[in-house]
């Protein structure tokens, strides 16, 4: 019984990163110098260290360095929004495809899957 239930939820989180992969590959896609990249529209509110906006300069912060660092080593290119409502609202109103940083239980509460870390 168990082992059936570990087995529906691995697929199920297979299917959802299935699912993910097929709607990053569908989104808009630009030509920046031959290579096919990905465009994302990523949001982020004021949560420093991870992530905040600073107004003239736009998105700073760890998770920001992170993700714009493995976004340039996967030809991904990140539109970084500021949503300062938050990302309950930004995912909402269709704003944002991803967001840096949410716990789990806010996401779930919210009807968005969250992947583990």
Do not use: T
Request: hydrophobic share 45%; aromatic share 8%.
């Amino acid at each position: 019984m168990a082992g059936q239930k570990a087995g529906r939820a691995s697929l199920v989180v297979g299917i959802c990163a299935l699912i993910a992969i097929a709607f990053l590959v569908s989104s808009s896609v630009s030509r920046n110098r031959g290579i096919q990249r990905l465009r994302v529209r990523i949001g982020v509110d004021q949560a420093a260290p991870y992530q905040s906006w600073i107004p003239g300069r736009g998105p700073v912060g760890f998770s920001v360095d992170i993700l714009n660092e493995a976004a340039r080593q996967a030809h991904i290119e990140l539109q970084w929004e500021f949503h300062p409502e938050g990302p309950k609202q930004a995912f909402a109103s269709h704003s944002v495809d991803l967001w840096p940083l949410w716990a789990n239980r806010a996401a779930a509460q919210s009807g968005v899957y969250a992947s583990e870390p």
